[in-house]
């Protein structure tokens, strides 16, 4: 169902939850929405993570969007419970960090509006969360030119006290 959001957006929505990701031997994160070209941060990862699982506390399931975020190098962790084995007293759609959390019935055409408004939310979420890291980049690169400007004028002290040391 949410590839169909994914496509109509011009976002590419890959199943990978058969193969490894980042962390050795990890499978952790079952599709990767890679924002589309013509998006703010196109390339960006939103990693979805599908359960149908009743053994999931609410604790547990931030775990494994926090794993499943860094295994496939995502931004985003969209967490799509299954209404029929959602932990009791779930909020049906949630933010927690970098983290959203929805409760969705595949046979109930009535929650499709929630996983769409969840995905939207991802894709927000994700937007943000990359424009911070460039702007970060941009930071560091600016730091990098002010740490090589430190090195020359340091070369230039150790010439200084060489030549002073020579004095005759």
């Known amino acids: 169902h949410l590839q169909a959001h994914c496509l109509a957006a011009d976002d590419v929505f890959d199943a990978v939850g058969d193969t490894s990701g980042v962390i050795p031997r990890s499978k952790v994160g079952d599709f990767v929405v890679t924002m589309g070209p013509d998006s703010a941060v196109a390339g960006a990862n939103i990693v979805v993570e599908a359960k149908a699982s009743g053994v999931y506390t609410l604790k ?10 860094r295994n496939r190098s995502a931004s985003v962790c969209l967490f799509v419970h299954s209404s029929q084995t959602a932990p009791a007293g779930l909020p049906e759609l949630h933010r927690w960090g970098l983290d959203i959390v929805v409760v969705w019935d595949a046979d109930d055409p009535a929650t499709d509006v929630r996983l769409k408004a969840a995905y939207l939310l991802a894709k927000a979420l994700c937007v943000r969360a990359n424009q911070h890291n460039e702007e970060e980049a941009a930071s560091l690169a600016e730091m990098d ?7 020359k004028q340091i070369a230039g002290f150790e010439e200084i006290k060489t030549s002073a040391r020579t004095v005759v």
Not at 60 to 69: F, G, K, S, Y
């Open 145 to 151: 030119v002010a740490i090589e400007a430190i090195r």
């Open 60 to 69: 547990a399931t931030l775990e494994e969007a926090d794993v499943a975020r």
